[in-house]
């Protein structure tokens, strides 16, 4: 963990953290979405924890544990602006089924301002333009010859386009939707859910 700090008469020291993740030049990246993906839904997911309520969907903290004991990384990557970097960081960790959390990992946020991020991503429907360029500059950090990116989850077609422009084969695309069921993106018609994902994550 890193932290920076500054000191000014008016507001004296402020201090704000961030954490380095040292991969493997041949590390597998599955890419996660946040709100609708590990949230029930975009808008409440982001609204009703703050009032104490959990909101996310049953058995992803354990499907995503498990995938990182199988020794993958998991890639947090969402629209929301980069000034809900705390409250996002905070809700990542406040994520909790039973005695499982979610996984440690890197977040990604846009870097724009809330009113931009936030028309972008219900005005315009567009958040794949942030979202493709966030992960080309992680792709671009491994070798020409590599791709990190094995798997990817999202709630919206924006998602699938997403991981799809980085290489992320259809086969591994997941779409989720407020239902808490799981579709493939060659097996739209096949339904199952995170606790059913989590039963195969070994084989």
Not at 147 to 166: H, I, L
Request: charged share 20%; glycine share 6%.
């Amino acid at each position: 963990v890193i932290e920076f700090s500054v000191t000014s008469r008016m507001q004296g020291r402020r201090s704000v953290c961030s954490s380095i993740f040292l991969w493997e030049a041949d590390t597998r990246i599955v890419i996660s979405d946040i709100d609708g993906t590990i949230t029930r839904s975009d808008v409440l997911g982001q609204v009703m924890p703050v009032f104490g309520r959990d909101w996310s969907h049953d058995g992803v903290a354990s499907l995503y544990t498990n995938i990182v004991k199988n020794g993958y990384h998991i890639l947090y990557l969402t629209s929301r602006a980069v000034g809900q970097a705390s409250i996002t960081r905070g809700y990542i960790k406040s994520v909790r089924q039973g005695d499982i959390s979610l996984p440690e990992g890197p977040v990604i946020m846009s870097p724009d301002r809330l009113l931009k991020s936030f028309a972008r991503e219900v005005v315009y429907r567009r958040p794949q333009e942030f979202k493709i360029l966030a992960l080309q500059s992680v792709r671009n950090l491994f070798a020409d010859d590599f791709n990190p990116f094995y798997a990817g989850f999202g709630n919206r077609m924006s998602d699938v386009v997403s991981y799809r422009a980085v290489g992320v084969p259809n086969a591994r695309i997941f779409v989720i939707n407020n239902k808490s069921e799981i579709s493939g993106i060659k097996t739209s018609q096949y339904r199952t859910a995170y606790p059913e994902l989590n039963e195969m994550v070994h084989d």
